[in-house]
């Protein structure tokens, strides 16, 4: 399969693509300005005191009024930007594919050793400034550039820190290490073992310890694959990409194409962003189409990529990632139902319509946003969705019951620039225990979207993003280790997730 590496085919359509665009920019430039006078928590810190007081007074006596009058006085030009643009966006590309190395030849797999493959995947928020200032964050430009340096992994450190992870008994020599036990397929660090009880020290029944969230301050050094959501901004996606390039050859942006859909305008693309390690042998995106309310200005969808991995015995070795972010207003519990049953159904199409006849898959991984935990009652028909019968989410037990390691992704957004989680020391040291726990993730909902103040037992807050894989015999698939990432304090309300499966030899 081609993939798409220009927005579109026809240089005629590209300027008239450019041309919209600059017809756009002074309505855009004056609303994203506007927007982004609303302060963070972390700026009206700043401003405490008469000095600071004065000054964003100031910002706004003087700088609201003049960006509103430009953004009046630009709507003329800024309305027929837009039928320029919104027709426009049925002839372009559904994604861009970039690429640093040429795909080289299959290298062989001896099938007799296990792999470990590492997968990430997190929500960044990189909307415009001024629409990522509703979810407390802002500083777009600046944040991308962080979050680029951040993502790139750091060199192994045998000697390092390695608790925040969940493993396997036994470890291979890409694992990471630790004393564990394996419980329900996944393992849990176990404590330490004292000596047995003797006639003199009769045995008493202690209650089991809670254990330890798997939380780490670091990407996975051999992260393979990268999952992004809400990389909305072009010029944030295109820091990404020069920061990401040297580590992840392999980059798919820009997904999604917004314009008119079933008559309404989208304005947003998906938001999605991938990044590989391994050559992309085909891609392709679909659109929901059931958006609702805010999330209809977006077209969100189902990223699918078949990667390369290798050959054995005259056999491709292959991979497959869906990349998703579904509907997010808490009430839209249906419209999320069926958002994962169209996905389920895309991704079963796509991998038959790419497998070549003896082909060995070594993963299937579907990794995001679902936006709903397995917790809050509110979530209830989400979680008992027909996903979960054919992936495996390592952090659940069943429906309404993760885990006790486990905890939730989606932090208290007014509250990411307080001291105890303003770095990924300090946070992964505060949601250790409960009460950072408590007080730093965000708690559970009702249907209607309101906190659950009547929740029944410990909450460790809402788990909305995942990362969940469908075992493919003949190989066999096992989980190596999850870990929940701090490394982006201060530069999302998400946590990042971490995923390594370990593909070794089933029944070849």
């Known amino acids: 399969m081609r993939l798409p590496e220009a927005p579109f085919r026809s240089p005629a359509l590209a300027a008239l693509d450019a041309a919209a665009r ?3 920019a002074p309505g855009f430039w004056a609303l994203n300005r506007l927007l982004d006078l609303r302060p963070t928590t972390a700026e009206r810190r700043r401003r405490r005191g008469p000095r600071g007081w004065c ?25 027929l930007g837009l039928l320029l643009w919104l027709p426009l966006q049925a002839a372009r590309s559904p994604f861009l594919y970039r690429h640093s190395a040429a795909a080289p030849p299959a290298e062989p797999w001896d099938l007799r050793q296990p792999r470990i493959f590492t997968f990430v995947s997190a929500n960044l928020c990189l909307l415009p400034s001024g629409l990522a200032k509703f979810s407390n964050l802002g500083r777009t430009p600046q944040r991308a550039a962080d ?21 396997p008994r036994h470890r291979g020599a890409n694992g990471y290490g630790g004393t564990l036990r394996a419980e329900r397929g996944v393992a849990v660090e176990m404590p330490e073992v004292e000596a047995p009880p003797t006639a003199e020290t009769p045995m008493m029944e202690a209650p089991e310890p809670e ?18 959501q809400e990389v909305f901004d072009a010029a944030a996606a295109a820091s990404l990409r020069r920061g990401l390039g040297r580590v992840y050859p392999h980059v798919i942006s820009e997904v999604g194409t917004g314009g008119l859909r079933r008559g309404r305008p989208r304005l947003l693309g998906s938001g999605l962003f991938l ?6 042998l085909a891609a392709a995106f679909r659109s929901f189409p059931n958006g609702a309310r805010e999330d209809a200005l977006a077209d969100k969808g189902l990223l699918m990529v078949q990667v390369l991995l290798g050959s054995a015995r005259h056999r491709r070795i292959v991979g497959y990632i869906g990349c998703t972010h579904l509907q997010a207003p808490a009430g839209d519990g249906a419209v999320r139902a069926a ?6 159904r895309w991704l079963q199409r796509f991998q038959r319509e790419q497998e070549r006849g003896g082909d060995l898959v070594a993963f299937d991984v579907l990794c995001g946003d679902l936006n709903f935990d397995n917790g809050s009652r509110g979530d209830q028909l989400n979680q008992r969705h027909q996903l979960f019968e054919l992936y495996q989410d390592p952090c659940r037990q069943g429906p309404g019951q993760d885990e006790p390691w ?7 957004y007014l509250e990411i620039y307080e001291e105890p989680v303003s770095t ?29 103040a009547a929740f029944p037992g410990p909450w460790r807050g809402r788990r909305l993003d995942y990362a969940v894989f469908r075992p493919r015999p003949p190989l066999r698939t096992d989980v190596a280790a999850v870990s929940f990432i701090t490394r982006l304090a201060t530069c999302s309300d998400h946590l990042p997730v971490a995923l390594s499966l370990r593909v070794g030899p089933g029944a070849l």
């Open 22 to 24: 600059v017809l756009l």
């Open 55 to 79: 000054r964003g007074c100031a910002a706004w006596a003087l700088a609201g009024p003049a960006l509103a009058a430009l953004l009046l006085l630009s709507l003329p030009v800024t309305a």
């Open 147 to 167: 979050i680029a340096r951040r993502l790139v992994p750091e060199a192994a450190d045998p000697d390092g820190d390695r608790a925040g992870l969940v493993e």
């Open 211 to 228: 254990p330890e969230p798997p939380l780490s301050e670091r990407f996975p050094p051999d992260a393979d694959v990268l999952c992004l």
């Open 275 to 280: 990044a590989s390690r391994f050559p992309v």
């Open 339 to 344: 958002q994962l049953t169209l996905a389920l």
């Open 406 to 412: 486990a905890i939730g992704t989606l932090l208290n």
């Open 424 to 452: 990924p020391e300090k946070m992964k040291r505060t949601l250790s225990s409960a009460g950072g726990r408590c007080r730093f993730l965000a708690g559970p909902i009702l249907a209607s979207g309101l906190p659950d």
